[in-house]
């Protein structure tokens, strides 16, 4: 049986440190770093998501504030409000809750976002400085993953590390922090042909395609990592609202040497460092050194 990678333990211990360094911000530059965070739309899992962001980002002493925007608003009011809190002092990060509604083209909103309070790390010149190796605001959840796998494996540098997925949000910055590590990168998609055998050569499998359970337990090589970032709720009458990942745990975890959970993997990991990354913004935009708690 593989070890399970304790992402809520992880976090937990992430986010303390958070609230130290948010403190420290307070007493030595009486700063507090504010968090904005916009939802356009119903959307449940969204509506979870926000929830979360906002009841962490206060429990660590942050401002938090919540924009919730109708389903039929225009890109342009949107567009309106995002350059608003681009100009707004308190505001040190600004986070836009994905997907948007159709008539909203999420690109042009995400890159309307100031680079320097992007803490998503999906802007344009984010993703740039980071396939170059420049400072940058690292997307949340693939900054998770490299926390996770820096906790189980320690030195990453010459491991065959194979990512499912080649998404702008998970795979294609997981292979670019992969490769900052020195590892051996594979980016598969679908497109793949035979991936089960592509992924037997791998010593960290990093699963993100939305597929439910699909990387199974014959895919993997003995003793390997395996970091399952899929969120998916299966609601068929005998499953009434499970959460699973893209992994078949039941399998994997016979054969990997560790793996995340789903939940309490992945998940948790990407809130915290979206906190951390608000404090990075923030230290950055008043030029003040980021505090050792987090560095
Ligand atoms: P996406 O739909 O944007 O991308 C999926 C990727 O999987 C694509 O690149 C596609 O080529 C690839 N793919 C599809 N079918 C495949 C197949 N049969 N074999 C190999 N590759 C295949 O998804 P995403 O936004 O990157 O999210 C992936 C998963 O991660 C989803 O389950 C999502 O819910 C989850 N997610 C979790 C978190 C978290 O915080 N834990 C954050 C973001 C996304």
Same mark, same amino acid.
């Given at each position: 049986? /593989?070890?399970?990678?304790? $992402?809520?333990?992880l976090?937990?211990?992430?986010?303390?440190?958070?609230?130290q360094?948010v403190?420290?911000?307070?007493?030595?530059?009486n700063v507090?770093?504010?968090?904005?965070?916009?939802?356009?739309?119903?959307?449940?899992? @969204?509506?979870v998501?926000?929830? /979360?962001?906002?009841?962490?980002?206060?429990?660590?002493?942050m =401002?938090?504030f919540?924009?919730?925007? /109708?389903d +039929?608003t225009s890109?342009?009011? %949107?567009?309106?409000?995002?350059?608003?809190?681009n100009?707004?002092m308190e505001?040190?990060g600004?986070?836009?809750?994905?997907?948007?509604? $159709? =008539?909203?083209?999420?690109?042009?909103?995400?890159?309307?976002? /100031?680079?320097n309070?992007?803490? !998503?790390?999906?802007?344009?010149e984010?993703?740039?400085?980071?396939?170059?190796?420049?400072?940058?605001l690292?997307? &949340?959840t693939?900054?998770g993953?490299l926390?996770l796998?820096?906790?189980?494996? $320690?030195d990453?540098?010459?491991?065959n590390?194979?990512?499912l997925g080649?998404?702008?949000?998970?795979?294609?910055?997981v292979a670019? %922090?992969?490769?900052?590590? #020195?590892?051996?990168?594979?980016?598969a #998609?679908?497109?793949?042909?035979?991936l089960?055998s592509?992924c037997?050569q791998? !010593?960290?499998?990093?699963?993100?395609v939305?597929i439910?359970?699909?990387?199974?337990g014959d895919?993997?090589?003995?003793g390997?990592t395996?970091i399952d970032?899929g969120?998916n709720?299966i609601?068929d009458?005998?499953e +009434? $609202?499970?959460?699973?990942?893209?992994v078949?745990?039941? @399998?994997?975890?016979e054969?990997?040497?560790a793996i995340?959970?789903?939940?309490?993997?992945?998940?948790?990991?990407?809130?915290? &460092?979206?906190? =951390?990354n608000?404090i990075?913004a923030? &230290?950055?935009?008043?030029?003040?050194?980021?505090?050792?708690?987090?560095s």
């Amino acid at each position: 049986m /593989s070890t399970v990678i304790d $992402g809520k333990s992880l976090a937990r211990t992430l986010r303390s440190r958070i609230k130290q360094a948010v403190s420290e911000l307070q007493v030595e530059h009486n700063v507090v770093p504010g968090l904005a965070v916009v939802l356009v739309g119903e959307d449940p899992a @969204s509506q979870v998501y926000v929830r /979360s962001k906002a009841r962490q980002t206060v429990e660590v002493g942050m =401002q938090s504030f919540e924009h919730r925007l /109708s389903d +039929n608003t225009s890109e342009g009011n %949107l567009v309106q409000l995002v350059e608003e809190l681009n100009q707004k002092m308190e505001v040190n990060g600004i986070l836009v809750q994905l997907p948007l509604p $159709g =008539q909203i083209n999420a690109e042009r909103i995400i890159n309307t976002i /100031s680079a320097n309070k992007d803490v !998503d790390g999906f802007h344009v010149e984010n993703t740039g400085r980071l396939s170059i190796g420049a400072d940058s605001l690292i997307p &949340c959840t693939p900054a998770g993953c490299l926390m996770l796998l820096k906790h189980a494996v $320690g030195d990453l540098s010459g491991q065959n590390a194979i990512i499912l997925g080649r998404s702008n949000i998970v795979g294609k910055p997981v292979a670019q %922090l992969l490769l900052q590590e #020195h590892c051996t990168v594979t980016i598969a #998609h679908s497109r793949t042909r035979d991936l089960p055998s592509i992924c037997r050569q791998a !010593d960290i499998v990093i699963a993100a395609v939305g597929i439910p359970e699909m990387v199974k337990g014959d895919w993997i090589k003995p003793g390997a990592t395996v970091i399952d970032v899929g969120i998916n709720r299966i609601t068929d009458e005998s499953e +009434n $609202g499970k959460l699973v990942g893209d992994v078949d745990h039941a @399998s994997v975890s016979e054969v990997a040497g560790a793996i995340t959970p789903v939940p309490g993997g992945v998940g948790p990991m990407t809130i915290a &460092c979206l906190l =951390q990354n608000t404090i990075i913004a923030t &230290c950055r935009q008043r030029q003040i050194k980021i505090p050792e708690a987090i560095s």
